[in-house]
């Protein structure tokens, strides 16, 4: 019992009276025609059904390289030979019951999926656009336990920015993608240890309080409870008076 895709032979594997397994040939991207015969009585079962061989998928990066075990984080991957389809899929580890997740179109280039939740670890990212046949060429993805914020010091300085913020929480990494975020503006953070990191204030920033968050991944990023408040830089406009004695003391001075 063989399979034949186009007039190339493939080994058949009954199953039932009305089913049979075979596995596809390698064969250069093309749509061929599927028969089923019986090697013994020389008998060929013809009928209208193809198969479809398509490019085959290889794998250049992701981004980012990691996320909370918690999952949620949106992954780009880069690479070729992506087709839009219901069956085009990512899957994070390879081992038995490893998560299998959907994945959206964005080009034959670039493909978008959401990472599951996952036990910490470093784990392959592989792609099937089948739903069936993974890809030969992977990459990897890091889970690692969610950072937390629990303060900062201080919470306000001027509009022209340069205020040096420590924020506090856990779980903190030394990333190139360790940033902090006043309202939209990112900033890159220095890394001091697991619970702490420093962020300068950006300038150009209006008068008026906003939300400060932190990401070790550059895509996941935590809020902290309080806010920042820029305020208008103080400026001395005159001085009064503008001369002191020389060995004597002046009750009050007027700025």
């Known amino acids: ?3 034949k895709f186009g007039d190339v032979d493939a080994v058949a594997t009954f199953i039932t009276a009305t089913a049979v397994s075979c596995t596809a040939p390698a064969r250069a991207p093309q749509t061929v025609a599927v ?4 090697t013994d009585q020389r008998s060929t079962a013809g009928s209208n059904v193809h198969f479809e061989y ?10 980012p390289t990691g996320g909370p075990v918690s999952g949620g984080t949106e ?3 880069a690479g070729t030979g992506f087709l839009n389809g219901t069956s085009l899929r990512c899957r994070f580890g390879t081992a038995l019951g490893e998560h299998s997740v959907p994945a959206a179109f964005v080009t034959v280039n670039e493909i978008k999926c959401t990472a599951p939740s996952h036990a910490k670890g470093v784990v392959t990212v592989d792609v099937t656009t089948n739903g069936l046949d993974y890809c030969d060429t992977k990459t990897t993805f890091e889970f690692h336990d969610a950072v937390a914020v629990s303060g900062m010091a201080p ?3 001027p509009v022209g920015g340069e ?3 420590v924020i506090s929480g856990s779980n903190f990494a030394d990333t190139g993608n360790l940033l902090c975020r006043f309202g ?3 900033v890159f953070a220095a890394f001091v240890s697991a619970s702490q990191v420093v962020c300068t204030s950006p300038a150009g920033s209006l008068a008026g309080a906003v939300d400060v968050s932190v990401t070790t991944n550059g895509a996941d990023f935590v809020q902290l409870g309080g806010r920042f408040t820029f305020y208008e830089a103080l400026a001395i406009t005159s ?6 004695p020389e060995a004597g003391e002046i009750g009050r001075a007027h700025v």
């Open 155 to 157: 919470s306000s300085g």
């Open 54 to 63: 398509k490019p085959s998928v290889a794998l250049a990066s992701v981004y």
């Open 35 to 38: 028969q089923v015969y019986s």
């Open 1 to 3: 019992l063989k399979c």
């Open 75 to 77: 992954v780009a991957i």
């Open 239 to 244: 001085v009064n008076p503008t001369v002191v």
């Open 163 to 165: 205020t040096r913020v």
């Open 184 to 186: 939209t503006t990112l």
